[in-house]
């Protein structure tokens, strides 16, 4: 997901991040046709070590999804791209995927949610406009959301019949602790529950779909901002890089969060 400079220059601590299993060996991993789709959360931003034809999208080679591709030594596309929505991941990314594709997986739906202004309104302004910004973005997540999710995860499906669909969730971005710089714990308290929301309607909407559902907050658990062990870059150089995961996250967080998804989907499949 993308948040202004304003914002980012403002102050600086959150992101997610990812780890890493092996494939099992009942599956071919040398026939998987693997396309990695969706938001920075996929492409990696923030994680370094960015495909230099990669632009703006900042595709890191340290992104959990290049990281699965190489050990498995799968075929891949990597389509995801940081700043993606729903609307953007139809119109730019879908063309990656054939009848042939046997594995997707995909983040989306923070930066329809509006993550960015969230993050930067709890950041400038007061503990209630935090609360009354981040209820409103929730507000957004249960009415609007859903419909959204639908559309993508149908053309997903129309255009790869037979993929196994990985859909990947969002951590919780605080652990609340008695001191930590930075927020109050109110504006914390009210980002975490925030995630809780999004990433409720995500599971939904991949259940749905008949998609498989990974959620990464019980790999991310203990290693939240403030937690003393955190996965995630605060403010740093370059600026698109804060609050996002560190190629640690990808490797340790998300990683294992789509191996393990996988694994499932293959049994589901065999």
């Not at 594995?103 to 209630?128: P, R, W």
């Not at 652990?175 to 939904?204: P, Y």
Request: glycine share 10%; hydrophobic share 40%; with cysteine.
């Amino acid at each position: 997901m993308r948040l202004s400079r304003s914002y980012l220059v403002a102050f600086g601590a959150v992101t997610f991040a990812a780890g890493s299993i092996a494939w099992p060996a009942s599956a071919s991993a040398a026939a998987t046709n693997y396309v990695a789709l969706g938001d920075s959360y996929s492409s990696g931003t923030g994680a370094g070590s960015y495909h230099p034809d990669s632009g703006a999208c900042k595709r890191s080679a340290n992104a959990y999804a290049q990281l699965w591709a190489a050990a498995n030594k799968a075929s891949f596309k990597f389509a995801a791209c940081s700043g993606a929505t729903t609307t953007t991941v139809i119109s730019g990314q879908l063309g990656s995927l054939s009848s042939s594709t046997t594995l997707v997986s995909i983040t989306v739906g923070g930066n329809d949610a509006g993550f960015s202004d969230v993050m930067q309104t709890c950041v400038l302004k007061s503990e209630s406009t935090c609360k009354t910004r981040a209820a409103q973005a929730e507000t957004y997540m249960k009415d609007t959301l859903p419909g959204r999710l639908d559309s993508v995860y149908s053309k997903i499906r129309a255009k790869s019949p037979s993929a196994r669909v990985v859909v990947l969730g969002y951590p919780r971005l605080y652990k609340i602790v008695n001191v930590c710089a930075g927020l109050s714990n109110g504006k914390r308290t009210a980002l975490n529950h925030a995630a809780d929301t999004l990433d409720g309607v995500i599971a939904k909407a991949a259940g749905r779909a008949g998609f498989t559902w990974s959620d990464v907050r019980d790999e991310f658990s203990g290693h939240e901002l403030c937690s003393g062990d955190d996965w995630l870059n605060a403010v740093t150089i370059p600026i698109e890089s804060s609050y996002h995961p560190t190629a640690r996250g990808h490797r340790l967080g998300y990683l294992p969060a789509l191996t393990g998804s996988a694994r499932t989907a293959v049994k589901q499949d065999a």
